[in-house]
């Protein structure tokens, strides 16, 4: 069964000072983009491939499409709420990382089970916190 991964997109985008704030939008296809290749090759250290990624979306980014390997997921609310409604619903009986920097998100994941890393780990990092 592959690995679900679920990549908190408001968080990792804003993680990094690249005036993506002028684009919420574009930053969310950006990111997406980006992360179409590890669904084959997996996240080195964290989760072999083949992983099913999950980009949550909200707000501006409410309308970024899948694409590439990637599930894009809006959220009608709290992007937080959607990503924890995700490790109830789809991560049990399998490995699944949550992507974010987040500490109460954190804790709600991993109290359902999930394994978290920060936006290190796709933005071209590694980063366990």
Do not use: F, K
């Not at 997109?9 to 992360?35: I, K, Q, T, Y």
């Not at 998100?105 to 890393?117: P, S």
């Amino acid at each position: 069964m592959d690995s679900l991964v679920i990549v908190d997109a408001a968080n990792v985008v804003g993680s990094v000072p690249d005036g993506w704030w002028r684009d919420r939008h574009g930053a969310a296809e950006r990111l997406r983009d980006a992360l179409g290749g590890y669904a084959a090759a997996g996240l080195p250290g964290l989760a072999g491939p083949p992983l099913e990624i999950v980009l949550v979306v909200e707000g501006a980014a409410r309308a970024v499409a899948s694409a590439g390997g990637v599930r894009v997921e809006s959220a009608r609310g709290s992007g937080d709420d959607r990503i924890v409604q995700l490790v109830a619903d789809e991560g049990g009986g399998r490995d699944c990382l949550v992507v974010t920097a987040d500490r109460e998100l954190r804790r709600r994941v991993e109290a359902l089970g999930a394994r978290v890393t920060g936006p290190r780990a796709v933005r071209g990092g590694r980063d366990g916190a």
